[in-house]
């Protein structure tokens, strides 16, 4: 799987947008970008994913460059329970299931959402 | 989203003895599940994919005589950490794929502790 770069930490203050950008410059044509995010002590939550559309969920909005080298998470009005860790991670398309569809997991970036 | 649980959430045995975590895919099945360990400030690293009535694939330096992993039906697969050590201590989490979408869906994780 492409690697992929973000932000160790990112502050926003509650009710505010969140932009969470992502660097994945050697992404190949047949990978999406997923979105999962980690409360402290919990298992990750998908989020969003997407090819080279933009998409829109309950949670998020996921912008993906023409080139599609970044991209970046939106959560439109962030709150406290928005604090935590941000992965973005690209993966082959096709089905979750298989060993070639496995989930590679960086560092992320830390959200802190603040009063 | 599709619901995944983890049992134990929380484990504490003593050093030697082996210890079983199952993960349950409660809403769908699932072909393929993915057992992932976390260190504290570290990221998910992913320790083995398992497919039903296969044999799981093992990542590199995962030592599978000690991780022993069985996917015996499409709704569990269970993680059993034999001879466990103080080092084995870790967060334990698990995913479920294969519902024919794009996403893995993580359980809560299983926290143990070995004294």
């Known amino acids: 799987d492409a690697k992929t770069t973000q932000p160790p930490s990112m502050d926003c203050a509650e009710g505010r947008a969140a932009n969470l950008p992502c660097n994945h410059s050697?992404?190949?044509?047949?990978?999406?970008v997923y979105w999962y995010r980690q409360i402290h002590s919990q298992g990750p939550q998908y989020i969003i994913h997407?090819?080279?559309n933009n998409e829109t969920n309950e949670m998020a909005s996921l912008i993906i460059t023409e080139d599609r080298k970044s991209s970046t998470l939106i959560l439109p009005h962030a709150t406290l329970r928005d604090t935590a860790v941000y992965y973005c991670?690209?993966?082959?398309?096709?089905?979750?299931?298989?060993?070639?569809?496995?989930?590679?997991f960086g560092k992320g970036t830390l959200l802190t959402v603040n009063p | 989203g599709a619901v995944v649980s983890q049992h134990p959430s929380w484990v504490i045995c003593k050093s030697g003895t082996s210890v079983k975590i199952e993960c349950r895919s409660l809403d769908f099945q699932a072909t393929t599940m993915f057992w992932y360990r976390q260190f504290p400030k570290q990221s998910l690293m992913l320790m083995a994919t398992s497919n039903e009535g296969s044999k799981a694939t093992y990542e590199q330096g995962v030592e599978k005589d000690k991780f022993l992993i069985n996917h015996a039906s499409l709704t569990l697969s269970t993680l059993t950490v034999t001879s466990a050590h103080p080092e084995d201590s870790s967060f334990y989490i698990c995913s479920a794929g294969g519902l024919g979408g794009y996403e893995q869906y993580f359980g809560p994780g299983t926290r143990l502790t070995v004294t």
């Open positions: 050697t992404i190949s044509g047949n990978e999406y």
């Open positions: 991670i690209v993966r082959v398309a096709g089905n979750s299931g298989g060993s070639n569809y496995k989930l590679t």
């Open positions: 997407g090819l080279k």
